[in-house]
């Protein structure tokens, strides 16, 4: 076998790799792609809506110190839940549009929670290097959490944009639990705490006086 053939016999085994590789990495893109589309499909974004508000509903039932509650609930169930449907109404023939703004969703709703378990761990962790890891986190995820709000409300208008600029002013004793907005004041203590005060009343048994 002389050196050419020799060569030739390495480079169309080179062929041969450099196709196999190009394949591969065409396969993989191709499965990204589809599990990209499976994670923001119609389908998909309403299953976890839907459980995210069951989440959100029974913690605070329950009163969890994490849950989503007050202002971030009320911005969540009167502003973003209908810009969100408003904004993926009018993005139905840009699916790249969609997709981006379904993932904008699905991030949201994620970080609503996380943010609450990072800024309670903030406080409660007993290492201080823990507590100051979730600080920083709390804090970058309240920056991500706002920067979508703002991209919603600039997308629906600038009626929307002032609604939550006054919505953000608002004192957090304004808002129950479930995120009904009322007067300043209003709500200074939370609802699940008047809920157990008045289960205990009710179950407490009424006070019998002897008669002297």
Known sequence: MNNYTLLGIVLIGLFFLWAWDLRQKEQQAKQR?????????????????????????????????????????????????????KLAAQSRYDQPKLRK?????????????????????SV???????????GRQAEKEKVQLAAIEDAFAEGIGSEAVEKLREIRARTWDSFSDEGELGAEGQYRIPSYLLRQIEQRRVKSPPSHHEET
Do not use: C
């Open 101 to 121: 703004l379904r993932k904008d969703w699905l991030i949201y709703m994620e970080m609503l929670e996380t943010s609450r378990t990072n800024n309670f761990l």
């Open 33 to 85: 792609a589809e599990a990209e589309e499976r994670g923001t499909s119609e389908e998909y974004v309403i299953q976890q809506q839907m459980t995210f508000e069951k989440r959100l509903h029974d913690g605070v039932e329950i009163g969890l110190p994490v849950a989503v509650r007050g202002r971030s609930a009320h911005i969540y169930r009167y502003l973003m839940r209908g810009w969100f449907n």
């Open 124 to 134: 409660e962790s007993r290492d201080q290097a823990a507590r100051e890891t979730h």
